[in-house]
């Protein structure tokens, strides 16, 4: 059987990316902690942290933690029925940038009207979340594949547009005349990081069948910071409409070609257990991306 403290223990140890901070969760010494991981270690047949900084999961640590979240959520819905005792188990869900930039706050907002369980949110590229999930480290995600994962549900939730912006600054700058897509592209530009280029890559195919062009691009891997960047005439970033919807009004962006806009399908992914509180989160992703999402610009 599981030694169900021990992996408790793992899972405060990889959330905390450390076997201090860990230590310090569980109000336990790290040497104590370590006992615990290194007797599970033994129990299971073989490794299950890979001891780099931060600490990272083996393949089998993967398995394991999934298995203790589903667990630890089935244990809740029994303490609840029971009566027991009233438990807040965590929600891990896995959420791209943009999403966590504009709208997810009042999905949080909306599931903590009924629950009080922690959401515990990692941030990951839309097109890396589905893989957390699938590998066990989150319960839920929001992904641009609508594919479930085994085990899974899934749902569509709507489109996330995104449209080229410049301050007013930039454009008198660095594009004089009508701008076009070649002169645009050869001005300075934003990345947010390396899974960015996907998306960059996407709209100047859809949009300008232009292939993708980088190279005068900053990188600067901050969502709230994209726009600070484009405001203040850096460059020009590819932005979600919701984002700057304040910024266009105010006439501190302008969207650069406002005909053309990507379109980025969004999906709400989650495990199929029997969980209340991921059964309301699910309900409160759905209730908020009606809101905010369109099926156009």
Not at 77 to 104: C, H, K, M, R
Not at 109 to 138: C, I, M, W
Not at 228 to 237: F, R, T
Not at 254 to 283: E, K
């Amino acid at each position: 059987m599981l030694d169900y403290d021990a992996l408790y223990a793992l899972n405060e140890v990889v959330r905390y990316g450390g076997f201090d901070r860990g230590a310090q969760a569980l109000s336990l010494t790290q040497s104590a902690v370590s006992q615990k991981i290194k007797r599970l270690e033994q129990n299971v047949g073989g490794p299950v942290i890979v001891r780099t900084k931060p600490l990272k999961p083996t393949p089998l640590g993967r398995e394991l933690l999934a298995h203790f979240q589903k667990v630890s959520v089935l244990e809740e819905a029994l303490n609840i029925e029971s009566g027991l005792q009233e438990s807040a188990s965590p929600i891990t869900v896995a959420v791209n940038n943009d999403v966590l930039a504009t709208w997810f706050s009042l999905v949080l907002a909306k599931f903590s009207e009924t629950r009080r369980n922690p959401v515990h949110v990692y941030n990951a590229d839309q097109t890396q979340t589905r893989e957390k999930l699938q590998q066990g480290g989150v319960m839920a995600c929001i992904s641009q594949t609508g594919t479930p994962v085994t085990g899974g549900q899934s749902i569509r939730l709507g489109t996330m547009y995104y449209q080229l912006y410049a301050s007013p600054a930039f454009i008198a700058r660095y594009i004089s005349g009508s701008p076009s897509p070649e002169k645009v592209m050869k001005s300075p530009g934003l990345l947010y990081d390396e899974y960015d280029v996907t998306l960059l890559s996407d709209y100047q195919q859809t949009c300008f069948n232009l292939a993708p062009s980088f190279s005068s691009c900053h990188w600067y891997p901050s969502s709230h910071g994209f726009v600070k960047m484009a405001v203040d005439g850096v460059a020009w970033a590819l932005l979600p409409t919701l984002q700057v919807v304040d910024e266009v009004k105010k006439g501190e962006l302008v969207s650069l070609f406002p005909q053309q806009a990507l379109g980025l399908p969004l999906f709400w992914h989650w495990t199929s257990i029997d969980s209340g509180a991921l059964s309301d989160l699910t309900r409160a992703v759905k209730l908020i991306a009606k809101q905010q999402l369109k099926d156009v610009v």
